[in-house]
């Protein structure tokens, strides 16, 4: 692209398509842009494959990558929670929204070692947690329970 670019450059940067330097710089520089994203799209492709198997096989390789991207954010929780693109701020929709997350995340995949049985199972505990549940207003948690509370876990962290 680099060099047709130069040509172009050479020729005055003559544009329309009756200029053939301009006719084969847009058709490089169109075809670097489309190589560009189709590399985009199996990167990230491939990590969205290392961690779906990590969520399965290999937790704490999981939680890393997710902990890396997460602290990487300047995003401010106050604002809201984004969800495919769209931000909740109510607490129901952003409980709903995890629901659905939580729901989707053991749909069949092309994974050759899928569990359609956990995929029930997961299925069955979530339709279970969320059924009826509705958030208490009234209700707050303490930062001292919620340490408290943290303490007790294996790791000592959530």
């Known amino acids: 692209m680099a ?6 450059q050479r020729a005055g940067r003559p544009r329309g398509t009756q200029h053939g330097a301009y006719r084969q710089y847009k058709e490089d520089k169109a075809n670097f842009r489309r190589v560009m994203r189709q590399c985009a799209d199996r990167y990230m492709a491939e990590h969205d494959n290392k961690l779906e198997h990590d969520s399965v096989h290999d937790t704490v390789s999981f939680w890393k990558t997710v902990h890396s ?3 990487g954010s300047e995003a401010n929780l106050g604002d809201g929670i984004q969800f495919n693109g769209t931000t909740y701020r109510s607490r129901e929709d952003i409980v ?3 629901a659905k997350y939580i729901t989707n995340l053991y749909t069949p995949s092309n994974l ?8 029930h199972y997961v299925k069955q505990e979530a ?4 059924r009826g549940l509705s958030p208490d ?10 340490v408290e509370c943290i ?4 790791k000592g962290k959530a």
């Open 3 to 8: 060099e047709s670019r130069d040509a172009w």
């Open 69 to 71: 991207r997460k602290h």
């Open 96 to 98: 709903d929204q995890w």
């Open 112 to 119: 050759h070692d899928f569990d359609a049985e956990w995929e």
């Open 127 to 130: 339709d279970e947690t969320f």
């Open 137 to 146: 207003q009234d209700v707050t948690v303490s930062p001292a329970l919620v």
């Open 151 to 154: 303490k007790t876990l294996s």
